[in-house]
């Protein structure tokens, strides 16, 4: 398909080039609980013995003398010297369904010289994730993953524009039962993070 492009613009945008197409060269690198990578941050309540996977909690709760903490929810964040263009997160929830939150950093250059740069910005958010593991209640119980239909993994994989580093964060459900053994079990537990970066670019 040869095309001359000439002059060739889109309609509205006289000052922009008419531009080339870029090829990616991906790479992808793995991580794995507990997540100790001299890139990776993890700031968390939880202070470990899980055996499923690192959990997270989706909010920090307050004392009890005040309404709310204040504070955001815990997180992990990958930064990596290439741009990151995708990212996958595999693991399970507590109590499904589980949401997984990502907030990027993108790289310098990245926006259009027109555009508003308080429009938009680069969140993404996958629900309904339906993987869990058995909870403590239901492991005292005896419960095993055969007898749990729902128990088992999920995984959240999102496009990103080219971004310096991630930050991920997630939930559970809160049912709300008043018999509920572990109202506030609502962490989704991370067992494998996939970063895929643009090398060269």
């Known amino acids: 398909m040869a095309t001359e492009l000439g002059d060739r613009r889109i309609t509205g945008y006289p000052d922009d080039a008419p531009r080339e197409k870029k090829e990616l060269e991906l790479k992808t690198y793995e991580y794995e609980f507990p997540f100790n990578y001299p890139n990776a941050t993890l700031d968390r309540v939880w202070v470990g ?51 997984i939150l990502l907030e990027c950093e993108p790289v310098d250059g990245l926006r259009h010289d027109g555009e508003n740069k308080n429009a938009v910005t680069a969140r993404f958010r996958a629900d309904n994730l339906w993987g869990m593991h058995l909870r403590g209640d239901l492991l005292n119980q005896g419960g095993t993953y055969q007898s749990v239909p729902i128990s088992g993994m999920s995984c959240a994989a999102f496009e990103i524009p080219p971004s310096n580093s991630v930050r991920i964060s997630v939930m559970g459900a809160i049912p709300g039962w008043t018999d509920d053994n572990y109202p506030d079990d609502v962490h989704y537990s991370f067992r494998l993070i996939r970063t895929t970066v643009a090398v060269g670019n």
């Open 49 to 99: 013995g899980e055996r499923h996977g690192i959990e997270l909690y989706p909010i920090k709760t307050s004392d009890g003398s005040v309404a709310t903490s204040g504070l955001p929810s815990d997180w992990i964040i990958i930064e990596e010297d290439e741009p990151i263009v995708r990212i996958a997160v595999i693991g399970s929830v507590c109590t499904p369904p589980g949401s």
